[in-house]
């Protein structure tokens, strides 16, 4: 299976930047793309950016476009979320996740990450 193995979450205030990474490792990947999600507390876990493996397209949630940015080093196999005029209300969990291109549920999601925490004060 697919490992996935977040970093780079912590506190930041608002305005601030962030880069978060997820490191793969395992060879069982069929889905073609990867991404992220966030959950805030007592909300459902939000669809952020997704990347196809191979072309390198992105797609993006309207809420971060424009801030965030999405991308990959092919020969280290990690995606990484550049998170820039962060605002309070993207303060949450990130997940990396693994699936299929063009996904924006959860539940279509094949792998995920641990989740690293992101807070950003005001």
């Known amino acids: 299976q697919v490992q996935l193995v977040e970093s780079g979450g912590g506190l930041v205030q608002a305005g601030g930047s962030l880069r978060l990474s997820c490191a793969a490792s395992g060879r069982t990947f069929s889905g073609g793309a990867m991404g992220w999600f966030r959950q805030a507390p007592g909300k459902e876990r939000e669809f952020v950016a997704q990347i196809h493996w191979n072309s390198g397209s992105t797609i993006n949630a309207d809420s971060v476009k424009g801030r965030f940015t999405i991308s990959r080093d092919i020969a280290k196999n990690t995606v990484y979320l550049q998170m820039n005029s962060l605002k309070p209300e993207d303060t949450a969990v990130y997940y990396c996740?693994?699936?299929?291109?063009?996904?924006?549920?959860?539940?279509?999601?094949?792998?995920w990450g641990q989740g690293t925490q992101v807070t950003v004060s005001s």
């Open positions: 996740v693994t699936g299929g291109w063009g996904r924006r549920s959860p539940d279509e999601y094949d792998y």
